[in-house]
């Protein structure tokens, strides 16, 4: 049973980090590409950031400088490290792994940027 668990979120000020983590189990973590995605109130769900199996690494532009992702193969985990958070950074984040056709989701973890 893959399971793909999503830690890390929470309410932050403007100017502030989070990490979020996600923990992968029942897959062959180190074959995946993983990646964040996230998804606001009322909008699409978005391609936040990825990192394959061979650590490239891509960025929505809009978190291109701010956020930076990482794995570790050892812990089946990966990485969001998120700084300079702004209030349009809050929405709900999924870890998404895939692996050629198979495709799993989390069940997301909320991140919300507010005074």
């Known amino acids: 049973q893959v399971q793909l668990v999503e830690s890390g979120g929470g309410l932050v000020q403007p100017g502030g980090s989070l990490r979020l983590s996600c923990a992968a189990s029942?897959?062959?973590?180190?074959?995946?590409?993983m990646a964040w995605y996230r998804q606001a109130p009322g909008e699409q769900r978005e391609l936040v950031a990825g990192?394959?199996?061979?650590?490239?690494?891509n960025y929505a532009d809009s978190v291109k400088g701010r956020f930076t992702i990482s794995r570790d193969n050892a812990k089946n985990t990966v990485y969001l490290q998120m700084n300079r958070l702004k209030p349009e950074d809050t929405a709900v984040y999924y870890c998404?792994?895939?692996?050629?056709?198979?495709?799993?989701w989390g069940q997301g973890t909320q991140v919300t940027v507010s005074s």
């Open positions: 998404n792994a895939l692996m050629g056709v198979l495709d799993y």
């Open positions: 029942g897959i062959i973590f180190s074959r995946c590409r």
């Open positions: 990192i394959t199996s061979i650590r490239a690494t």
